[in-house]
Each structure stands twice: as structure tokens, then as C-alpha cells.
């Protein structure tokens, strides 16, 4: 074999090209409705939500920025920008890190966190509806044993929810 050539591929079957487009499918839409709903409820979009939300869990509601970023799957300056953002509506405040000058860090504000409050019951009642309410409980295990086996290969250090241990 010419060490340019590329190894040659398998196609998917029908029943895996079957479930990979409805996979798609879902991945597709699911974003868009929990913008919509945050959007016209609370005024946030799902990214701002989501960096709001992991802020509300912290200790001390701070996140190096650095570390926020990993957890938000997003660039650093793709959360800077949004930062900014909800700095200007007085919901996140960042300050230099006091173990560290060089690194920043985000806080929720008082009025941020009345925001995640206000914002929780109807971000949940989006996802139970459309996700949750209609799969059975065994569906429910299903799918999470299915995202669990993939997160394994797409984040494999679990920086994404460091608060489940990984394998789990």
C-alpha cells in the first residue's frame, strides 16, 4: 500500500445509518428549543444559562475563567465575549484570582443568581417534556448508559461534568 493512501473505510449498515441520522436529528434540534425557551422566558440564551448554572454550583459561585471555559466546552474567548456580557447585566463579576494574578475569574452577583433561579423551573420543565417525560425509566438508563459510553471516548478526562466520577 502507497503510504499516501488513505485505509479504506467501512459505510454504515442501514440500521446504523438509521439511528446516526436520528442521533443527528436530536443533537440538531434540542439546542434551539432550549434557546427559544430561555430566550423568550429568561431572556438568556442557553450558553449564558449554562455558564450561569455552572457559576451557581461553584463554590463560592467562582470559576477561574480557564477552568470555566473546559467546563463550558467553549473557547476562552467565546466565553469571554459572553462574560462580558453578563457582566454588563450585572448578573457575573470578574476579579483577578487571588492565588494566581494572571488568571481571572468569574463570579455570579446576587442578581445573577435570582436570574438562575428565576430561569431553573422553566429550563426544567422544557427538558422533562421534550427529553425526559417521554422515554420510560428504562429508556432513561438506556440513555444514559449510551452518553456515558460515548462521553468516555469524547472527553475522556470528564472535564465536562467533573462531578460524576468517570466510568460511571
Not at 53 to 62: H, Y
Request: glycine fraction near 4%; charge should be negative.
Amino acid at each position: 500500500m502507497d503510504t499516501n493512501e488513505t485505509p479504506a473505510v467501512q459505510g454504515l449498515n442501514q440500521a446504523q445509518m438509521h439511528a446516526w441520522l436520528r442521533f443527528v436529528a436530536v443533537v440538531e434540534l434540542v439546542p434551539g428549543l432550549l434557546d427559544s425557551q430561555l430566550q423568550r422566558d429568561s431572556d438568556l440564551s442557553h450558553f449564558e444559562y449554562y455558564v450561569l448554572a455552572m457559576l451557581s454550583e461553584a463554590p463560592d459561585q467562582t470559576l477561574r475563567m480557564t477552568g470555566l471555559s473546559s467546563m463550558t466546552n467553549s473557547s476562552l474567548p467565546r466565553l469571554s465575549h459572553v462574560v462580558r456580557r453578563l457582566e454588563d447585566r450585572g448578573l457575573v463579576r470578574r476579579t483577578p484570582c487571588p492565588s494566581d494574578r494572571r488568571a481571572t475569574n468569574a463570579s455570579l452577583t446576587d442578581e445573577g443568581w435570582a436570574v438562575v433561579q428565576a430561569a431553573a423551573p422553566g429550563h426544567v420543565r422544557t427538558v422533562r417534556e421534550n427529553v425526559i417525560d417521554p422515554l420510560t425509566d428504562e429508556q432513561i438508563a438506556q440513555l444514559d448508559a449510551i452518553s456515558n459510553q460515548l462521553l468516555m471516548k469524547l472527553d475522556p478526562t470528564n472535564r465536562l461534568n467533573p462531578g460524576v466520577p468517570k466510568g460511571v
